[in-house]
């Protein structure tokens, strides 16, 4: 192998980032790494923006603290690695509430993303089916079976659990369905206690007990400072070179690893490398696959997204209750899918004036159009949606931000996982040293990106050679 290694990673996502730091950690010394990133920015849905002269979040929020086995999450351990763990602030309110008829009520504990494990802890939002929950003698889930969370949820809890507590919760991180999504992918935990317990309660305990929590021990966490922070130090970290405005167009093998084609059509640049993390999303990863390995690029290509936009008011001394925030079945009919009431979830953020931040969520999968709807006209509704929600005027804000995310969510439809491994396969036979990370494959979140980013990198590393450290 040629030395140094000169190793690409394709978009500059946290996927692609951890992939960078776990590059530097485990490569020989002075192997080339560089970035890709193809807008103007780093961090993809990681965004740390300014909204009345506050570092506000205009992407992902806060990432979550342990990892499915209760382990500390991939996103702390990140933190940790790049000496940020000192700065991991966690919400000062946890409890948040749901839209029902209309009006707020407390989210009941217990669940797992609104799947309970005790029915009669869900009574204050939903009826829960009476006696479908039984023994039938066989785990409710096959050994490589997939199905629909809203499927499994609505044959042992019925309908009203799915509408008003899966949906919303699952809603809440995907924009989309329980109806259409995977339980392998979006609920890992719960899927594994499916294969073995013969109730949907049973699975639930089982999942929980699996994860212990310390009593009172956070289950969120962000940055002072902001999320970009953990960008600008996984750079500096993987002292990486890092190329902005630079989308990669065409990967071509070559007799010793990978030609990239970068930037314009008109002008492009042909880089040479040893190894490639491939850390897009699917639909950009499919087109860069379709040419040396089209197996590849048809499994990943089949992934839906849906889209959404943020919107964040800055508002005057507003009555806002002592919540986190609230998330809205799509039953109640409004545009809103969730708001959060940053100013009061998260003590960093209070302001000595009174000025509330609040931020809510807009666009479910299929209702894109809402979306073609001027930043203005959806600032306004947002703000007679919260008014009427909270029950009275919300003042008018001083200030607004409107955060359009384009495709950005993966809608994981049962079967994901296997047609990703599958996907995996074929591309490790054909080219050991093109690794794909990132959510399009693994899942969504901050700590499964950056595991997902970790682990490509080893392969890489593996590829090349193995570690010379
Ligand atoms: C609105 C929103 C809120 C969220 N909130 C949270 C949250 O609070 N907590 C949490 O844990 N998760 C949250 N998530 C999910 C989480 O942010 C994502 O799962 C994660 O950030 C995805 O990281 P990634 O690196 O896989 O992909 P991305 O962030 O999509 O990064 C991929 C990068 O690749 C670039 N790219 C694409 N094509 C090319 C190309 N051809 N050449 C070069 N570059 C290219 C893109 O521009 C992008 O920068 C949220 C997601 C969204 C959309």
Redesign the pocket.
Known sequence: MRQPWRVAV????????AAAVRLRDRAPAGTEITV????GA?????RTGELAGQPV?F??????MRDPAGAESA?VALARRLGLAEKIVHPTVGQAALVVDGGLRPIPGGTLVGVPGDLDRVTSVARPLAGADTDGGRPLVGPDADVSVGALVRSRFGDEVVERLVDPMLGG?YAGRADDLSLVTTMPALARTARVEHTLTGAVRAAQAAAPRAPGAPVFGTLLGGLSTLIEAAVTASGATVRRD????ELTPTDTGWRLTVGPTRDPELVDVDAVVL???AR?AAR?LAGPAPVAAAGVGELDYAS?A?VTLAVPQPQLPELSGFLVPSTEGLLIKAATFFTTKWGHLRRPDGVALVRA?VGRYGEEAHLQRPDADLAATVHRELSAVLGTPLPAPVDGHV?R?GG??PQYAPGHADRVAAARTALRAAHPTLVL????YD???????VR??ETAAEEIVTALGGSAR
């Open positions: 394709v978009g500059g996502g946290i996927a692609g980032l890709y990133e193809q807008s780093l961090g993809g849905k990681l979040e992407g992902a929020e806060s990432f979550l996103a991180v630079a989308a990669v167009r850390a897009v999303p950009p860069l959404v943020l969520s955060q995310w950005a969510l990370a990132g959510a399009g899942g969504v979140g901050i700590p499964v990106c997902s980013g």
